[in-house]
Each structure stands twice: as C-alpha cells, then as structure tokens.
C-alpha cells in the first residue's frame, strides 16, 4: 500500500508534460488527485520524473555515437503523452508499480523508435523543433538508432513477461502494417479516407491504446478495464492526429520552426486534402484549389528557388485552412473524441475518468 502522499505542488508534471495544467485537474480532490498520480511509487519521487529517469538510463548503450543519437529526439522534448496514460490508468488499481514504471518507459522508448523510421520515410527536416535525425547524421545511423531503441524496448518488456511481450508484438505489427499501408496507398475499390483512418489507427491509435491497456494490466486493476481503455487509446490516438491535419495547415514557428503546410508540401496526403479531392469530383471550386496545390507542390519541389510558386502555394495552403473540409477534419476528431469518452463507460466514476475524459476533451482544443 502506498503511505500518505504529500500536497504541496503547484501542478503536476504529467498534466504539464501534455498541456493541460488546470483544465485537467479543476477541483480540489482531482489535484489530490493529480499528486497521487505523478507522485508515482511511495518514498519515491513523482512517477513520471521515474519514467524520465528510467528513459535516459535505458537510452544509453556504452557506445559514444549510439549515446548521442539515441538521445537526440528524447533531449528534444515531447509531450510524454503515452507514459502519462500508462501512469493514469494504472490508478485504476495498485497504482506505479515497478511493472507500471517500466511499462511507461516501453511505450515512450517504441515511440521514440518510430519517429526515427517515420523521418526517414517521410524525409522530414525537423522532429520537434531540432533538425531530423537523418538530416544530422544520414538515413543509415537514424535507422539503425530507432532498431537500436525497438531492441531496447524489447529487452524492457521481456522482464514483464508474457503477456507484455505478446502486447508488444502485436502493437508493433499494426505499427508496421500503417507504415505499409500508407506507402502503398488505398488498392483499387479501397475508399481513400477510410483507408487513412484506419492508417491513424494502426500508426498513432494502437501505440497510445497499447500504453493505456499496460497501466491496467501492471496495476494489477479489473481485467475488464482493459477493453475500455483499449478503445479509448486507440480513438484518441486517431483524434490526435486528426488536429495535427489541421494543425499543420497553420505555421507554428514558435512551436516548430515549421511552415504551414509542412505536410502537405511533402506530399502527405492529409485528411483535409482528401476531403478537397473528394470534393472536387462534383465542385468546380475545390477543384481548381486542388490543382493549385498540386501544381504548386510539384513546382516548389521541383524550383527550390521558385519564389513565385512558393508563395502560390502559401496562399493555396490558407485557402484550404479556411475551407470546408477542413472544419470538416476538425469535427471528425471531435467525434472520434466523444467515442472514445463513451468507451470509459466500464469505467467506475472518479477521477481517473473525469481525467481521461479530459484528456480526450483537450487533445481536440489543443492548437499546437
């Protein structure tokens, strides 16, 4: 059992680790709440502070270069979104556990591993306001280090045993499977859109959905739990990622360094692109938006000094930001948000499900 916990914190790590500050814990008994939560294992300090601690042991590996590359995107920051889950749902029983610190230390390091893959195969140049991985050292040193934090990962989980492995192995199929299928694209009589969400299921749901279940299955809490915050994970997961579709249409120079866009001038087929490409079969309007966009990714691509196109297509690119589909992108993510609420209904009322329902609230108001 867990001793007496102290109270006196302005706030908590985890609800500041994913933006939320006081929107997540409102009352008084949540804050006690909240402590409880990041305070983590007794006579130790907060659970994530843990978390943190354990990821930049278990980031090191005895080698000068694999040291510094496996810890580039770590030091870079991040939100810690899936070890906070981890850490939240585990109060649903025993609390942080020794299990339930090394489980969040797995999602956030096989995390950590994919964004290294994912740079590479979107030729991104920045990953969280610092140039990519790729861009620093090359496309060979930044796959071999996310192989390296998957291998790290793996040995992690092997110590939970069994069933941790099996979830591991799962989750890192339909990791791969997203990668493949949004490489290769919706097959012939595939809807496109459907296509995509079920890409955002597999690439960002199952991870987050993975994360939330090992905070229930590590705190030893009700096994029918599980299901519950299964489908809540996985559907915030593809909220989330919705937001970032419309969130890239509008320039986070303070937050990234990024222009607006940034995907869609990598050839990213977003969301609300394919709602304009959808919308264009029958609306001549759309229609020539779409066009533009093309052209003009194709031209800058193309001319990276095509000062002409370049603008052309900042100026496309605010059009789709004021356009239908994109407030049509932006209801989408609010209903796979009240979905996944309607998930915690197994769920008994407290604070643990007054905060992810939170959590699924904010992931949608977010703007950045």
């Keep these: ?3 007496t916990l102290p109270l006196a914190r302005r706030s908590t790590a985890i609800s500041a680790n994913v933006g939320l500050g006081e929107r997540l814990f409102a009352t008084s008994e949540e804050r006690d709440f909240a402590r409880l939560v ?6 130790v300090d907060d659970g994530l502070a843990l978390v943190e601690a354990g990821l930049l042991r278990e980031v090191a590996f005895g080698d000068d270069v694999a040291d510094v590359t496996g810890r580039y995107l770590l030091d870079a920051g991040g939100k810690r979104v899936r070890p906070m ?3 939240l749902t585990a109060q649903l029983g025993d609390g942080n556990t020794d299990q339930v610190i090394t489980a969040a230390q797995v999602a956030e390091i096989t995390h950590l591993a994919s964004l290294y893959h994912d740079d590479v195969m979107d030729e991104a140049d920045l990953r969280r306001g610092v140039p990519s991985a790729q861009n620093v050292w ?3 040193v930044a ?3 996310g192989d390296l934090l998957f291998a790290r990962a793996s040995q992690l989980v092997a110590g939970l045993g069994e069933r941790a492995i099996r979830l591991q192995a799962d989750t890192f199929e339909r990791l791969v499977l997203g990668q493949l299928h949004e490489t290769i694209g919706p097959r012939d009589g595939e809807d496109p859109i459907e296509h995509y969400l079920s890409v955002l299921a597999d690439k ?3 991870l987050i959905s993975a994360a939330a279940q090992m905070g229930v299955i590590f705190s030893n809490a009700a096994t029918e739990y599980e299901q519950a915050v299964r489908t809540f994970g996985e559907k915030v997961g593809v909220a989330f990622q919705l937001v970032d579709d419309v969130i890239d249409l509008s320039p986070q120079p303070e937050e990234t360094g990024k222009l607006a866009g940034t995907d869609l001038r990598a050839g990213v087929q977003t969301l609300p692109l394919l709602r304009l490409r959808r919308l264009a079969e029958d609306d001549p309007e759309s229609a020539a938006l779409l066009e533009r966009i093309e052209r003009d990714v194709d031209d800058t691509a193309a001319e990276a ?3 002409d196109a370049a603008r052309d297509l900042d100026d496309a690119i605010a059009q789709l930001r004021d356009h239908e589909v994109t407030r049509a992108t932006l209801d989408e993510a609010r209903r796979w948000s009240r979905e996944a609420v309607e998930a915690l209904e197994p769920l008994p009322d407290g604070p643990v499900r007054k905060a992810l329902t939170r959590f699924a609230e904010s992931v949608v108001e977010r703007t950045s």
Excluded: F, K
Excluded at 38 to 43: H, I, R, V, Y
């Design 1 to 3: 059992m867990r001793p």
């Design 38 to 43: 990041d305070d983590g294992l007794a006579l």
């Design 85 to 87: 889950l981890t850490l």
């Design 138 to 140: 090359g496309n060979s």
């Design 143 to 145: 796959i071999l280090t």
């Design 204 to 206: 960002t749901g199952s």
């Design 305 to 307: 000094e095509a000062e």
